[in-house]
Structure formats: structure tokens, C-alpha cells
């Protein structure tokens, strides 16, 4: 340890005489250990450490999907929960939810929530447990019982103060009245990347029961519900997967108006830790290798500087040997040197993870998930401290070993200068040299072409038309409940009214509204049949996702392609006026190359909602997407005139 301490001491010391070089090597190994240590942080909180929740390597989400019917990507109905309850063997516990952005009134001003309606044993399947009052009951599955709500503690603490008298109070949710029965601990959590409500909820707030009908089971419309599931601790993944294959057959062969043989009808079993990753796992990766090589570069720099600088030294290592150092302890004090310069590379390289891991939180609130578990732990700090010892060693050993074997008698004498003196560290022929400015040249060639590949790739998405003009568009959530909205007419007179006010605001162009904004990743697929067309062997109809509008929602926001097509109603079971359109994935859902001219073409949903329509057709230039009028729960949306309008 006295020898240990005294090689330390000894280095410090040269680095005060030589403060150039050795803020040259702090700062070049500051940058590659730093970039590594923000990274790994990134990686750390997504890949290697689990979800929070109990058994989190058995909890998983299911995922309904018809790849026949152009549905990668869908919810679940009551019945299909069912069927998976009773038939499949291979999980402990099976949850099911649905939820979305609520009214909360009463106690405070109005706001928006998030809100999810599940049944009793979600948040005991995932370990929750209640830092006051209880959790939801099994009682509470079935209608007719008293409504009761679980809080989390944000919204406890923002909206109630952290009240110790919480418990029995009531709350108003849509109209609704409510008593508070439970709070959830700080530390739990539900957010939109866990579980993505199809109303599209960034954050759980209020927890209610979802009390189900016993006809519920024979519902196989409305597609609105997450499944969530942990599988029994003997079972795997695969095993699970296979069982469920066998359930959706039997669905595909009991249910063929339901589910069309060409719609390939299958229930998909993803980890949970593996929604919540998604396709970032694959970046992160690369990522982690990109900033490796940084870290080689920087390595390759900091021993091209250690090697010229032991040119300098050789008198001073020879003078070292002949007073009886051995090589092993000239080799440990140079070592010595290396670690402790990688050492300070590290430390200073934390800052310049904290100042990274403070800018990830700042722009990646949307593009990373689990962005609240991004920071610097025990992990890596211990990440951070091997990778700057083995930066020392690596960029060390070579010109340790290569000055440790001078030519005793040629370096005193002084006749090793110049060329031939250098040629024992440098090697003949400068090799070592030349070997390691070819590697940092190639290192930079390599993480160049990357970088100008995903700088490219950046200003391509950037000039990706999203098929409408976002400028001088506001938009805001808006949902109507309660008695006084509960005549559909009501609602409608009101949004038409709320619209008109608003166009008449000063600045404004046009107001109108949307069930789902565009690019919003929320999805309301609709069966059709279309008129004249013979459909494909086995098909039954084809789906779309159909968003309801109204106001002035296509002022100037869309490129139109085709105009007004007209279409005599048919089938249609009340005389109705309103407006659709379709956009230009038509050709690709009906298999042809054309929008028909003639015709028209029936929502068969199995709903009942009406038929018969006048179609509009415009292109948006990216969904497949039918836009027709209204509904209780809208996105409104207000465009501004611009300067230029103005």
C-alpha cells in the first residue's frame, strides 16, 4: 500500500510539471467515458434492470391482431377476455382494463385525468399495495355496487394535499360520484407505456372498478380493452403462445362472421418489459457501440501522447533502472500514471453524464420510455469505475511495456537519440505509431459515416409530408358528460355551438373537432363491404379505421386528390346526410387500383350504427383512414390565421 500510495504521489507530481499533456488526456478520456457512462445510464434504466412491479418477468400484454385485415395492432372485447380467462391454463392471473382522460369535478377546479377502470386483481397482480384505505375488492367485479375510487399519490398530493381524511370522502368523475377508498405508494406507477389505453392516457391517476354484465361475456364488439396477464411461474413464454394459438383457431372456426379466415385472427403474447422497450432496444445497442468506439479513439489518442511522451523520459527511466528498479516496477508506476488519468477521465466524465442524463429528460419526454428511471445508480457508478480502469490499462500497457525495455547502456551514454533512439518505443519503422493513427483515423471514418447516415436519415423524416398542414392548429381534449349531455342531440348542438363561438374568436379561421387526432396512434377499426366488388376467397369484409369529425375540420388542412364522389345511400335503415371520406388507402384495402366511381360501400360494424353515406375522398398521404361525422368525446381544434392571412 506505501508503494501503491508513492507511485501515486510520483505521478501527481509529473502532471503538475507537465499540466498540458495531462489535461490533453483528462479531456479526451472525459469524452469517451462520459459518452459511454450516459448511454449505459439510458440502457441501464430500459434493458437491464426490471419493470417495478412484483414477478415482472412474468408479467406480460396481450395483443389482439388480424395481419389479413391490415390490424397489427388491436384491443379486446369483453367476450375474447372471457374466452381467454376460461381457456387458457398457462396463466396465474388475468386482468382487464380500459380507461382514458376524464372529467374530475367537485372538490377544485375541472381538470382532465387519466383514469382506468380494472378489474379487482390488476394492481395486486402487479404488487401494488395501498398506503392508505384498501385496494379494489372481487365483489366489485359485478354491477351493482357502490363506486369507488383508488388514487394515486400524485394526484392525492396535487389536487387533495395529501388529506389524511381522504378516506370516504367523494369525488365526481364524468358526472359520477365516487368514494375514495385507497391511495397507492409514491413509487407506483401505471404509465401509457406499460399499459396503452386505446383513449390514449399519458398517466394513471384514479383507479375504478369495471363491474361486468353477465351478457358481457357474449359481446364481441367494441374493442376496447387491454388484457393483462402473469403466467405461472412453470410456463413459458412459448408454451403460452401455443395455447393461445389453439383458442384463436377455435375463435377463427366458431365466430367466422367475427373473424374471416382471411383476416388470420391471433392473440399475441409480448413481456411486458418488452412493450414498454419496444424497438428502442435495437438503437440502444447500436448506440452503445458507437460511443465504444469513441472511447477506442480516445484510448488510441491518449497512448499516441503517453508514447511520445516517453520519449522525454528515457533518461529518467534509465537512470531508475540502473539505481535498481526492476521492469515490473517501472511498468507499475507508468501504469500507476495511466489509471489515474483514466481515474480523473471517469470522474470528470460523471459530470458530464449528469449534465446528459439532465438533457435526455429535457427532449426525451415522447421517444424514451421509462425516462423517469434514467439516471446515475449504484450500477452505474460501478459501470463508470471499471470502464475507466480498463481505459487505463488499455491505453497504457503498450507504451508501459515498450519504455520498460530500453537499452540501458545506449539511453545513459546518450547515443540513443534521434531516430534510432526512438525506434525502442516507437518500434521500427514508427509501427506503433502508424498503427495507432490508422486506427483512430478508421474509428473516426466509421462513427462519421454513421453519423452523417442518421443526420440524413433525421432531415429525410423531417420533410415527410404527415399529409395535413399542422401550422397555426391548436387542439384541446374536451368530453361532455353528466345528465345534461346524456341526449346525443344535446351534445351535438353543443359542439356545433362551441365551434361557431370559437371561429368568431379574433385571429381564428376555423374550429371544429375529432375523435382521434392524426399520428395520435388511437384506433377505431370498422368493418366495410364495398359495392360492385367481388370480395377474395374467405374474405368477409374489410376494415378501416374510421374517425368521426365535425365543424371545420377539413379548412385548409388537407391536400384533396378526387374530389367529391357521390353515392346513392343503400341499406341504409334512416335517411342520413353526413359526410365521410376516404382516404388514399383504398387501393391497397380493396385490392384494386382505383376508387370505384360508381356505388358506394357499407360500415357493416357490427354495431348497426347507419349505412349508406355520401363519400368524400381525399388523401392524407399516410393512414388508412374513414372520416365521418361525431361523437360524445371529441378533439376539438381551433386554426389561426396567419400573418400572411391576416
Known amino acids: ?22 489535461l490533453a488526456a483528462v479531456l479526451s478520456l472525459a469524452i469517451g467515458i462520459g459518452a459511454n457512462t450516459s448511454i449505459f445510464s439510458v440502457a441501464n434504466a430500459l434493458l437491464f434492470s426490471p419493470l417495478p412491479y412484483e414477478g415482472s418477468d412474468r408479467l406480460v400484454i396481450l395483443w389482439n ?30 386482468a382487464i382494463a380500459i380507461g382514458g382522460n376524464y372529467n374530475l369535478t367537485g372538490q377544485g377546479d375541472p381538470e382532465r385525468v387519466g383514469v382506468i377502470r380494472v378489474s379487482s386483481n390488476l394492481l395486486p397482480m402487479l404488487g401494488a399495495h395501498p398506503s392508505l384505505g384498501r385496494l379494489l375488492t372481487p365483489d366489485e367485479d359485478s354491477p351493482g355496487r357502490p363506486a369507488t375510487a383508488v388514487l394515486t399519490d400524485g394526484i392525492w398530493a396535487r389536487r387533495f394535499g395529501r388529506d389524511p381524511q381522504m378516506m370516504g370522502k367523494s369525488i365526481i368523475i364524468n358526472g359520477q360520484t365516487h368514494e375514495v377508498v385507497g391511495i397507492l405508494p409514491q413509487r407506483f406507477s401505471l404509465p401509457r407505456e406499460v399499459l396503452p389505453l386505446l383513449d390514449g392516457t399519458e398517466q394513471a391517476e384514479i383507479f375504478l372498478p369495471l363491474p361486468l354484465a353477465p351478457a358481457a361475456s357474449q359481446v364481441r364488439t367494441h374493442e376496447d380493452y387491454n388484457i393483462v396477464g402473469k403466467l405461472k411461474p412453470e410456463v413459458s413464454l412459448a408454451q403460452a403462445q401455443a395455447e393461445m ?31 414498454v422497450v419496444g424497438n428502442v432496444r435495437r438503437s440502444l445497442l447500436v448506440l452503445l457501440g458507437s460511443v465504444g468506439f469513441v472511447l477506442l479513439i480516445a484510448c488510441a489518442n491518449v497512448a499516441n501522447l503517453l508514447l511520445s511522451r516517453a520519449v522525454a523520459r528515457r533518461q529518467e527511466i534509465a537512470v531508475r533502472t540502473a539505481l535498481g528498479a526492476s521492469r515490473w516496477h517501472i511498468v507499475r508506476q507508468l501504469l500507476t500514471e495511466s489509471v489515474l488519468l483514466s481515474l480523473c477521465g471517469g470522474a470528470l466524465g460523471m459530470f458530464i453524464c449528469l449534465l446528459s442524463v439532465k438533457w435526455i429528460h429535457i427532449l426525451g419526454t415522447k421517444s424514451i420510455p421509462r425516462l423517469q428511471d434514467v439516471g446515475l445508480d449504484e450500477r452505474v457508478l460501478l459501470f463508470t469505475l471499471l470502464l475507466s480502469l480498463f481505459s487505463g490499462i488499455l491505453f497504457g500497457l ?3 511495456l515498450r519504455i520498460s525495455r530500453l537499452d540501458l547502456n545506449s539511453t545513459l551514454k546518450g547515443t540513443s537519440r534521434g531516430a534510432a533512439g526512438t525506434s525502442a518505443i516507437w518500434g521500427r519503422g514508427n509501427n506503433v505509431r502508424r498503427l495507432l493513427v490508422v486506427s483512430e483515423l478508421a474509428l473516426s471514418v466509421v462513427l462519421l459515416i454513421g453519423a452523417g447516415l442518421l443526420i440524413r436519415s433525421f432531415a429525410r423524416l423531417q420533410d415527410v409530408p404527415p399529409g395535413f398542414d399542422p401550422r397555426d392548429v391548436l387542439t ?8 345534461k349531455y346524456n341526449d346525443k342531440q344535446t351534445t351535438l348542438n353543443t359542439y356545433r355551438q362551441l365551434w361557431e363561438r370559437m371561429e368568431h374568436l379574433p385571429g381564428a379561421n376555423a374550429a371544429g373537432g375529432v375523435t382521434s387526432l392524426p399520428l395520435s396512434q388511437a384506433f377505431a377499426w370498422t368493418p366495410i363491404t364495398v359495392e360492385g366488388r367481388t370480395p377474395l376467397p374467405g374474405e368477409k369484409f374489410l376494415n378501416a379505421d374510421e374517425r368521426l369529425v365535425g365543424g371545420h375540420y377539413f379548412l385548409k388542412r388537407w391536400e384533396f386528390r378526387c374530389g367529391v364522389v357521390d353515392f346513392s ?18 387501393p391497397t384495402n380493396c385490392g384494386q387500383g382505383r376508387i370505384p366511381s360508381a356505388g358506394g360501400f357499407t360500415l357493416s360494424n357490427f354495431s348497426q350504427r347507419t349505412r349508406g353515406r355520401r363519400w368524400l375522398a381525399w388523401s392524407d398521404a399516410s393512414s388508412k383512414t374513414l372520416w365521418s361525422l361525431t361523437r360524445e368525446s371529441l378533439f376539438t381544434f381551433l386554426t389561426r390565421n396567419s400573418p400572411r392571412e391576416q
Open 245 to 275: 394459438d389453439t383458442i384463436t383457431a377455435r375463435l377463427r372456426r366458431d365466430f367466422p362472421d367475427n373473424y374471416p379466415p382471411n383476416g388470420g385472427l391471433t392473440f399475441s403474447i409480448v413481456p411486458l418489459l418488452e412493450q
Open 1 to 22: 500500500m506505501n508503494t501503491l500510495m508513492r507511485d501515486i504521489r510520483f505521478a501527481l507530481r509529473s502532471f503538475v510539471k507537465n499540466p498540458g499533456f495531462a
Open 569 to 586: 345511400p343503400i341499406r341504409t335503415t334512416r335517411r342520413s346526410q353526413s359526410w365521410s371520406s376516404l382516404t388514399n388507402a383504398w
Open 65 to 94: 391482431r388480424s395481419p389479413g385485415l391490415n390490424i397489427s395492432e388491436d384491443w379486446f372485447s369483453t367476450a375474447q377476455y372471457y374466452d381467454i380467462k376460461a381457456g387458457h391454463h398457462g396463466f396465474e392471473q388475468i
Open 398 to 400: 503498450s507504451p508501459a
Open 476 to 483: 384541446f381534449d374536451l368530453t361532455m358528460t353528466g345528465r
